[in-house]
């Protein structure tokens, strides 16, 4: 039985002909750039999560990177952020010049731990600390970080919170007597819908979320290349536009989006009751009470993790490694001065993490073969 690391064809099937139909009103508007589809999938999106700014923008790496540039981050500011994510979260410090600091993860959680964040930034001179400009939190595989020992961070230090929501759109954890969703509690929230997203584009495409006016008005302006009135450039900006067809196709998809992630929930609560007895077989760990995990992937830790990898595949189930190098090991990063166990629990991550198929429309039969495939291997 095949069962692929995710397909796409499933999802599109079910919506073709409503997502030809919204792509060929935008062609036949001839409104390529900006207009009425991508303000009313920006109002759409703030609806949503509860937010009352959202800015399309053209990619989830962008998102992070314009929010940065709203914060006017450059040369001898600090970004502290997390050594295990997608190579974004890093690289849009380093694009303005700014240097990475990183505390290590919560190894259960595989995002940031506030411990070990506040221990950096007490072990900092205070001229070091002074030039701290923002924390950058990853809610990992579609799981919150923890952002109420991360928030009480921010305001001990008086210092912003961008988080990175790339991978949870959705996503919640009780702060407090409230329940908000990811992207909202800091002072911006970036998204990204890059198709394999729980809400997917045909391409690229992001969004920028924040409650807060000015910051939304200035985002507004850097996006469009810091124009105000068009050809007037009080700031230098960049083209970080959502594409209206991207736009159109994501409008489609988003009221679909909590059935999805109920899917995906689903698919992992059989994952975590059937695999509970494999004792190699560590299965995500919900790390708050009524926390909100949308599974944008499923990964477990395990021990000969590219062996077991190597062994599913032979058996047609696909898997993927996210990520098999953190950033302080990364050729790049070499001049930041770390080494090899200087984030253990990152370290752990990226050997022994292995993401299983998780997509909402997985088949028991399907399920059942990744299953008994896994137990096999440790079974001999």
């Not at 937010?51 to 981050?73: C, E, P």
Request: net charge negative; aromatic share 8%; charged share 20%.
């Amino acid at each position: 039985m095949r069962v692929p690391p995710l397909d796409l064809k499933l999802q599109l099937n079910s919506l073709r002909e409503e997502i030809l139909e919204a792509v060929t009103q935008v062609i036949d508007s001839t409104r390529y750039v900006g207009g009425p589809v991508v303000d009313s999938f920006e109002k759409s999106v703030a609806d949503y999560l509860g937010a009352k700014h959202a800015i399309g923008v053209s990619s989830g790496t962008d998102a992070l990177l314009v929010a940065l540039m709203g914060l006017k981050i450059g040369p001898d500011d600090i970004v502290i952020t997390t050594p295990y994510s997608f190579f974004a979260t890093a690289g849009v410090i380093a694009r303005l010049n700014a240097k990475i600091m990183m505390a290590d993860i919560n190894l259960d959680t595989y995002n940031l731990d506030p411990g070990k964040t506040d221990e950096l930034l007490k072990s900092m001179s205070d001229s070091e600390r002074k030039k701290v400009k923002a924390i950058l939190p990853v809610h990992l595989y579609g799981q919150t970080a923890d952002m109420n020992g991360l928030m009480k961070v921010s305001e001990k230090y008086g210092i912003p919170v961008i988080e990175d929501g790339a991978q949870a759109i959705g996503a919640r954890i009780p702060m407090g007597e409230k329940i908000e969703k990811a992207g909202i509690i800091g002072l911006a929230g970036c998204f990204s819908f890059f198709p394999s997203k729980n809400l997917g584009a045909a391409g690229d495409g992001g969004m920028v979320v924040t409650n807060d006016d000015e910051f939304a008005d200035y985002l507004r302006m850097l996006k469009n290349h810091g124009a105000r009135p068009k050809y007037y450039h009080s700031h230098i900006g960049g083209n970080f536009r959502l594409d209206p067809l991207q736009a159109a196709i994501l409008k489609v998809k988003l009221p679909h989006l909590d059935s999805w992630t109920a899917g995906r929930q689903k698919n992992a609560a059989y994952y975590d009751a059937q695999m509970a007895d494999i004792p190699e077989v560590k299965t995500p760990v919900i790390a708050y009470d009524r926390n909100y995990h949308i599974y944008n992937q499923y990964v477990i830790l395990v021990p000969r993790r590219d062996e077991l990898m190597a062994y599913l595949g032979e058996k047609e189930i696909g898997t993927n490694i996210y990520y098999p190098v953190p950033f302080h090991l990364q050729p790049c990063f070499k001049d930041l001065g770390l080494k090899e166990g200087d984030f253990p629990a990152s370290e752990a991550a990226a050997n022994g993490s292995l993401a299983l198929p998780i997509y909402p429309e997985l088949t028991i039969d399907q399920l059942d073969h990744v299953i008994s495939s896994i137990r096999e291997f440790y079974n001999g």
